[in-house]
């Protein structure tokens, strides 16, 4: 059991412990999609859904039915198959509401599945022993914070699309690390307030 | 202890993909139900279909045939159709297939675009001639050790097709062990235009290809199939110039017919055709190719092979086709080129004439993926 309040862990989860810039999980969708603002909200919001939902499905699932089977061993596979499956829904209906979207989000939205953040949330939920609304809470916040991460980033991007005196070595991924590595020394300068490991 | 861990732990996981699946597949019909769409076609007739599916599939259903070699998979880039209304935002599955122009005229990959909303599409109205053929497998003979001939009976509708001589049609196979649902490819016609009841096909095994695997291995006489057509442009061109014809392979289909033509129609322009293939025996029609030589005066047939060994006992040419263009074709001739086979093949002849001086516009070809 870990001791830590709602609040102070929604907080952590999307400044002090956030999970693309303290973590480093899912930089390659960080990478690919922020080139502009829209798109990054949009593949943003599809992360918050999933991880929300996954981390407290997968919740219910280890502590109900792997536990009580000592089947603990599987949840790799079947953490990452609710996941698919969570992914899958939001394919649908972004194809089906939200059709310009899709288009711009591309192989990009079906590999949410295989963004490690995702994963790497319901692991730490694991290890960290979060009780339910913990696990609710931090799915939420730390996909609220790769979100935060990833508008950040694309809308620096943007700004820098308006001004195109780059280096040509580093148009594309090249600046695009180098603005996620300064967010993310500003984001260590947080970490001092809150330990959540 | 360890083997019931496993087999429960399989099962488990099987219970959960299970339930998600079942959970997905009931988001899936009310996320993915469109309901009925209308799609107006040339301002003129209106559809009433279901939503959900591509273009192409959705048009086949109400016997609107869209030319296609590929068979919906988005390979060959055939089936363009201009939406004016409701297509949604280009693709990145449509952009490799779309010129510029294309683009501004609004036309679209028809098997990539799902119908999701009311549409507008405009469609040449010879495509309305496009019909489907019940047919008949009603002789099939090996021409080489992987090129099939088969005929085709056409037994409905009676009144058989129509076609230019090198133009294609679809022929569809049925579901079978390579395939869990009909597949079409495209064949050209080999035979004379004139008869309207029969079709000559020449189909070369294509590694895993579904449709050439299963007319190699698993059709047989009297079996009935589906067709589709006839589609394309390719056609004598008209004029008082020489005319020449170059194939290699299956390419040679479409010459035959256009061969047939210059026989009927008594057309008396000088004709040549070469035909590349490698070895001896892999040329096909070559006694029917020698008796029309000695037939018609004005036509030289000109076979060569890439791969001729020693005890092949081969006095013809040797080497490819674009060498016969070297030796054959001087600089500015006044020529109709006429050109089937492989894409590599029929860029670099296209190359090679158009160096040699002949225009762009008195080249016409056919490129068989």
Not at chain 2, 64 to 78: D, R, V, W
Not at chain 2, 97 to 102: A, F, N, P
Not at chain 2, 233 to 240: G, K, P, R
Request: net charge neutral.
């Amino acid at each position: 059991m870990n001791e830590i309040s709602l609040a102070t862990l929604f907080f952590a989860a999307i400044f002090t412990n956030n999970i693309l810039l303290t973590n480093f999980l899912g930089l390659c969708p960080h990478i690919a999609i922020s080139r502009d603002l829209k798109s990054a909200m949009g593949i943003g919001a599809a992360v918050v859904f999933v991880t929300t939902l996954t981390s407290v499905l997968n919740h219910v699932i280890y502590y109900n039915v792997l536990i009580p089977f000592h089947l603990e061993h599987f949840r790799f596979i079947i953490f990452i198959i609710v996941i698919a499956s969570f992914v899958q829904l939001v394919e649908m209906t972004i194809d089906r509401y939200f059709t310009r979207l899709y288009v711009v989000l591309g192989i990009f939205l079906p590999l949410i599945t295989v963004n490690c953040a995702i994963l790497g949330i319901s692991l730490f939920m694991v290890i960290r022993e979060y009780t339910f609304a913990q696990s609710l809470v931090y799915g939420a916040g730390s996909g609220i914070g790769w979100m935060l991460a990833i508008t950040l980033v694309g809308s620096i991007r943007e700004k820098i699309q308006k001004h195109p005196n780059l280096p040509r070595g580093l148009v594309g991924p090249g600046i695009t690390l180098i603005i996620t590595g300064l967010l993310s020394l500003a984001f260590m300068a947080f970490s001092g307030m809150i330990q959540i490991q | 202890m360890i083997t019931s861990t496993l087999i429960f732990g399989i099962l488990l996981i099987s219970v959960i993909t299970a339930l998600l699946a079942l959970f997905l597949e009931t988001a899936h019909s009310y996320i993915a139900d469109y309901g009925q769409v209308r799609i107006n076609i040339n301002n003129d007739k209106d559809l009433e279909v279901n939503g959900g599916d591509p273009l192409l599939s959705t048009l086949i259903r109400e016997k609107i045939f869209i030319p296609s070699a590929c068979g919906g998979k988005g390979t060959c880039g055939y089936c363009k159709v201009r939406v004016l209304e409701g297509g949604g935002p280009l693709l990145p599955t449509e952009s490799p297939y779309l010129s510029k122009e294309e683009i501004q005229q609004d036309k679209r990959i028809s098997c990539q675009i799902k119908v999701k909303s009311d549409m507008k599409i405009a469609i040449p109205q010879e495509l309305f001639n496009v019909r489907e053929y019940r047919v008949l497998a009603e002789r099939i003979e090996e021409l080489t050790h992987f090129i099939k001939g088969i005929r085709l009976e056409i037994l409905e509708p009676e009144d058989g097709i129509s076609f230019v001589p090198g133009q294609y049609i679809q022929l569809q196979v049925p579901a079978y062990k390579l395939s869990s649902q009909p597949e079409f490819r495209a064949y050209s016609i080999a035979s004379s235009a004139r008869d309207h009841h029969f079709l000559d096909l020449v189909i070369a095994r294509v590694d895993k290809g579904i449709v050439s695997t299963y007319v190699h291995d698993y059709l047989r006489e009297k079996d009935e199939l589906i067709a589709r057509g006839p589609f394309g442009d390719f056609h004598l061109l008209e004029s008082d110039r020489d005319i020449l014809l170059i194939a290699t392979g299956s390419g040679l289909a479409p010459m035959m017919s256009i061969l047939h033509q210059i026989d009927y129609e008594h057309i008396q322009r000088k004709t040549t055709l070469f035909f590349g293939t490698r070895t001896p025996d892999e040329l096909f029609y070559y006694d029917e190719l020698r008796s029309l030589e000695r037939r018609l005066k004005q036509f030289t047939f000109v076979p060569t092979l890439s791969r001729a060994r020693s005890r092949d006992d081969w006095k013809g040419e040797r080497g490819r086709v674009t060498e016969l263009i070297e030796t054959y074709i001087h600089d500015n001739a006044a020529v109709d080129v006429h050109i089937c086979g492989s894409p590599p093949m029929v860029q670099s002849c296209v190359d090679l004439l158009i160096k040699k001086g002949i225009p762009a516009d008195r080249i016409i070809f056919d490129k068989f993926e």
